[in-house]
């Protein structure tokens, strides 16, 4: 693991969509489906064109400070002082942002295959691998990234097909039978997780090959599309499932893993299915630790990023064993001030510098050469 390391435009594109989706996959859809009933998929489509306009600023900073990180190209506009003011809280709720993610899959563990298994023993155990993951580095987690990647997603793509005898397509209708109102707020529950959270990629996208820059751009939007289609397949399959249901039954996608049963053969596969998804919440949690230390040691100016690995993982370790500790109040924050968290301390400075950018760059261009 060190600051030189590169990767392809496409493996770039792998560890965003796996960012994007791997937890996503899991939590979103009965929350969802819960807030906006039928209409869930419209709020779903709503928070990904905003997604799409937020992808749209990352990539502008991008292009404008091509081989800098976020935290760099913010001394550049506004120097060390307020560079340290605005992305100190950025980097406080990173801190949670990892531990929230673990204490998902703890919850997620506890409820549906471990239900004896102590929290601090399936915690512990998944910082280690986590903090073995980031240690190996960028290159390799990107290579490692591909085949869980396509291994998750195949798992995804069986639940739906074997389940679709089940389908009730009447299910969907009628499609806001409250109003726009509860789409409205589902969207925005959903643009505030995962779709607020792809700023955090303003750190590694400098890692892109040089020569494979210009490409960046696009394969990030396609896997944004691939995500967004993803996770509307989920919920349609879902509602078309389990009806009225979906919205109270947690982890659609592993509801509907219980539900397959052909001819005796294949049966009772949800375990495969969930060790499958676990992989999601695991890789991204992999990644958002890499972000943290990445951007901890530049915002610090320290010299050896894998030295910090392991404290790191340890502190969001304590942080994920004494905080959130009640079920429901994690519900309460993800749904409500979690989406408000994110806008503030990790799109608002990425706007602000991209608004400070933007007047700079036009009051350069603006400037005319004097004569003689």
């Known amino acids: 693991m060190n600051g030189s390391e590169r990767v392809s435009s496409l493996q770039m594109m792998v560890l965003f969509l796996f960012f994007m989706t791997g937890s996503s996959i899991v939590i979103v859809p009965a929350p969802l489906t819960n807030v906006a009933s ?3 998929w ?3 489509l709503i928070a990904l064109a905003a997604g799409m306009a937020l992808l749209y600023a990352v990539l502008y900073m991008y292009r404008r400070f091509p081989n800098e990180s976020l935290v760099v190209y913010s001394r550049s506009l506004i120097g060390n002082a307020l560079t340290f003011l605005l ?5 406080v709720v990173l801190f949670w942002n990892v531990a929230g993610i673990v204490i998902e899959i703890g919850i997620f563990f506890k409820s549906t295959m471990l239900k004896e298994t102590p929290t601090y023993a399936v915690n512990s155990l998944l910082f280690v691998t ?3 993951t980031v240690r190996a580095g960028l290159e390799t987690m990107s290579r490692m990234a591909a085949m869980l990647l396509i291994l998750m997603f195949a798992f995804i793509v ?3 097909l074997l389940v679709a005898n089940l389908y009730h397509p009447e299910y969907l209708l009628p499609v806001m039978p409250d109003g726009i ?4 707020n589902a969207a925005y529950i959903v643009y505030g997780f995962p779709y607020s959270e792809l700023v955090v990629f303003a750190i590694l996208l400098p ?3 040089e020569k494979e820059s210009r490409k960046v751009g696009k394969h990030l939007y396609l896997a944004l599309t691939i995500n967004g289609l993803t996770l509307l397949a989920s919920i349609v399959c879902s509602i078309m499932v389990l009806g009225p249901l979906s919205g109270d039954l947690k982890y659609s996608l592993y509801q509907l ?3 397959i049963f052909i001819q005796e053969i294949i049966e009772r596969i949800e375990s495969v299915i969930g060790f499958s998804l676990i992989v999601g919440f695991y890789f991204k949690a992999s990644i958002l630790l890499l972000i943290l230390v990445r951007m901890l040691t530049q915002l610090l100016k320290l010299k050896n990023e894998r030295m910090m690995v392991f404290p790191v993982a340890f502190v969001c370790l304590l942080l994920s064993l004494t905080t959130y500790t009640n079920e429901a109040a994690l519900e309460e924050i993800v749904n409500t001030i979690w989406p408000l968290l994110n806008n503030l301390v990790y799109v608002l400075p990425l706007l602000l510098l991209a608004v400070v950018s933007w007047f700079r760059r036009k009051g350069v261009s603006g400037r005319r050469p004097r004569k003689g």
């Open 257 to 259: 893993a219980r539900l």
């Open 130 to 132: 986590i903090a073995l």
């Open 87 to 91: 992305l100190a809280p950025f980097l």
């Open 158 to 160: 069986v639940v739906c």
């Open 181 to 184: 109102g509860p789409v409205l």
């Open 42 to 44: 419209v709020a779903l």
């Open 38 to 40: 039928n209409g869930a």
């Open 207 to 209: 890692c892109v090959k």
